[in-house]
């Protein structure tokens, strides 16, 4: 089956730099996104990989291991508008996004 | 950036009518749109994929009947809960794709559904 793994909850201090771990495992791929979701409010996009690697923008970076299903999401200086949740996805061999739960980050002061 | 709209933005409905939930995308043709259902505190579900001018595919589990789908033309897809109930609350998020090389889904903002 299609599986994608990612932790329920994080926190991290402002100021902080917190990395959001992802593993996949599907049924071919075609690249993986993460996307940032606030409470309430509909995903927006962060970043996306294709090639292994690592993709920078500004505070936030993303970065890809094709051979070992592995992806994650780093983000610096954080502030407490980052609080939220980021979700991982995966696009399949059908060009399908399979989504991750989730990783809800609390940003405490 | 690509955008995309929905409408209404939340709706409260009787149990037993029927509710439709537009999607636009405003500054290109979205061969492919996509229906998401999220509970709270939970991550999204796909519900249904459509294309312009053919039936939308179904998940497993999604009752066709029952959350109708349609994609008349590039720019506009609906989708109507038909005799919703109270286990039908939830938000609802349609995403948009270009197409191409662009694999990118553009997100709607989201219709809260409260069936009392």
């Known amino acids: 089956g299609q599986n994608i793994d990612q932790p329920t909850e994080m926190t991290a201090t402002e100021g902080a730099i917190v990395q959001i771990n992802c593993t996949y495992q599907?049924?071919?791929?075609?690249?993986l996104f993460w996307y940032q979701q606030h409470a309430g409010e509909a995903p927006t996009f962060l970043s996306y990989?294709?090639l292994d690697g690592l993709e920078e923008k500004g505070r936030f970076s993303s970065f890809l291991s094709r051979s070992k299903g592995y992806s994650y999401l780093l983000l610096k200086e954080l502030q407490m508008k980052d609080s939220a949740s980021y979700l991982c996805?995966?696009?399949?061999?059908?060009?399908?996004?399979?989504w991750g739960a989730g990783t809800k980050l609390i940003i405490k002061p | 950036g690509a955008v995309v709209s929905q409408h209404p933005s939340w709706v409260i409905c009787k149990s037993g009518t029927s509710v439709k939930i537009e999607c636009r995308s405003l500054?290109?043709?979205?061969?492919?749109m996509f229906w998401y259902r999220q509970f709270p505190k939970q991550s999204l579900m796909l519900m249904a994929t459509?294309?312009?001018?053919?039936?939308?595919?179904?998940e497993q589990g999604v009752e066709k009947d029952k959350f109708l789908i349609n994609h008349a033309s590039l720019t506009l897809s609906t989708l109507t809960v038909t005799s919703a109930h109270p286990e039908d609350s939830s938000f609802y998020i349609c995403s948009a794709r270009s197409g191409g090389s662009d694999y990118e889904q553009y997100f709607g903002p989201g219709t809260r559904l409260t069936v009392t």
């Open positions: 990989n294709v």
């Open positions: 459509s294309n312009e001018g053919s039936k939308a595919t179904y």
């Open positions: 599907t049924s071919g791929f075609n690249g």
């Open positions: 500054d290109f043709q979205a061969t492919t």
């Open positions: 996805a995966v696009t399949d061999s059908n060009y399908q996004l399979i």
